[in-house]
């Protein structure tokens, strides 16, 4: 079995050259990271608060569903039509575990840790980018959330040192609002977040149909509609146990509860869509 492993590393795509490019690719943003962390302490204050929180879980979900499409992609589709590359798993697997590590401990020099590495990784995707024409657009689209991401980190948790030393208050220059009360949960969402997901999730049904093959002008309403609903059937009832769990164990609603109800959209429809992107890809 052991002699065989070269030849089927091969044919996944993972043969000397590529593990070279991915070293330096790696080396890249670890230069770029450490740079970054470096300016970040030198000028930035990091609060470990709330947002901090949501942004570990957040990139690692995002990063977790890269490395599931990444197996998925090497292990079903042609080799020719593989968009995302087996050698880029370290690199996907330590920013995963460092934000999760961020998630269950907000400390200051981790959150700086996982944002430089994020921009890091970032700045090296533009740059593969410019160079050769290895970066497809799983990976733009990897970067550009990651960033997105990254800016929602720094708007909540982070400070210049000026502002943080001339803040008239310890909470407002750590962006945490302690004297506000929180309204009580409700165990339902209001009518912004269903319109929100209902449209979100009729994007969503056209662009698997468009991945089916379908073009634009002959995309089937009933189709899509239908889509969108079974959509969001799933994602309620995925939901609906853990919400109602929570009322009988505590006796009020679960905190976050619309936040759950996005994050859960999100796996749902990327389970969705990447399963026809799956068949998108065999038939090219």
């Given at each position: 079995?052991?002699?065989?492993?070269?030849?089927?590393?091969?044919?996944?795509?993972?043969?000397?050259?590529?593990?070279?490019?991915?070293?330096?690719?790696?080396?890249?943003?670890?230069?770029?990271?450490?740079?970054?962390?470096?300016?970040?302490?030198?000028?930035?204050?990091?609060?470990?608060?709330?947002?901090?929180?949501?942004?570990?879980?957040?990139?690692?979900?995002?990063?977790?569903?890269?490395?599931?499409?990444?197996?998925?992609?090497?292990?079903?589709?042609?080799?020719?039509?593989?968009?995302?590359?087996?050698?880029?798993?370290?690199?996907?697997?330590?920013?995963?575990?460092?934000?999760?590590?961020?998630?269950?401990?907000?400390?200051?020099?981790?959150?700086?840790?996982?944002?430089?590495?994020?921009?890091?990784?970032?700045?090296?995707?533009?740059?593969?980018?410019?160079?050769?024409?290895?970066?497809?657009?799983?990976?733009?689209?990897?970067?550009?959330?990651?960033?997105?991401?990254?800016?929602?980190?720094?708007?909540?948790?982070?400070?210049?040192?000026?502002?943080?030393?001339?803040?008239?208050?310890?909470?407002?220059?750590?962006?945490?609002?302690?004297?506000?009360?929180?309204?009580?949960?409700?165990?339902?969402?209001?009518?912004?977040?269903?319109?929100?997901?209902?449209?979100?999730?009729?994007?969503?049904?056209?662009?698997?149909?468009?991945?089916?093959?379908?073009?634009?002008?002959?995309?089937?309403?009933?189709?899509?509609?239908?889509?969108?609903?079974?959509?969001?059937?799933?994602?309620?009832?995925?939901?609906?146990?853990?919400?109602?769990?929570?009322?009988?164990?505590?006796?009020?609603?679960?905190?976050?509860?619309?936040?759950?109800?996005?994050?859960?959209?999100?796996?749902?429809?990327?389970?969705?869509?990447?399963?026809?992107?799956l068949s998108h890809l065999q038939q090219a």
């Amino acid at each position: 079995m052991l002699d065989r492993l070269p030849e089927s590393l091969a044919l996944r795509g993972v043969g000397l050259p590529e593990l070279g490019s991915a070293y330096l690719v790696f080396l890249g943003t670890l230069i770029a990271s450490v740079i970054l962390f470096l300016c970040s302490r030198s000028w930035l204050v990091v609060t470990p608060n709330r947002a901090a929180k949501h942004y570990g879980l957040y990139v690692a979900t995002i990063l977790v569903s890269v490395i599931v499409a990444t197996i998925l992609e090497n292990e079903l589709v042609p080799r020719s039509s593989v968009t995302l590359q087996y050698v880029m798993l370290p690199q996907l697997f330590v920013l995963t575990l460092i934000h999760l590590w961020i998630y269950y401990v907000q400390e200051p020099r981790l959150i700086a840790v996982g944002a430089s590495a994020n921009l890091g990784s970032c700045a090296m995707i533009g740059l593969v980018a410019l160079f050769s024409d290895r970066s497809h657009v799983s990976y733009w689209l990897m970067a550009g959330l990651l960033t997105g991401l990254v800016a929602y980190l720094a708007y909540s948790s982070i400070s210049t040192k000026r502002g943080f030393l001339t803040a008239q208050s310890i909470y407002a220059s750590s962006k945490e609002h302690k004297d506000r009360r929180l309204a009580p949960q409700r165990p339902w969402l209001g009518l912004p977040q269903w319109v929100a997901l209902a449209c979100a999730s009729i994007v969503l049904a056209a662009v698997n149909a468009a991945l089916r093959g379908y073009g634009i002008a002959d995309i089937p309403a009933i189709t899509v509609l239908g889509e969108s609903a079974s959509l969001l059937a799933i994602t309620m009832l995925i939901c609906a146990l853990p919400a109602v769990t929570y009322w009988f164990a505590h006796k009020h609603w679960m905190p976050e509860l619309t936040r759950f109800v996005w994050l859960v959209w999100l796996v749902v429809g990327f389970a969705f869509t990447y399963g026809n992107f799956l068949s998108h890809l065999q038939q090219a």
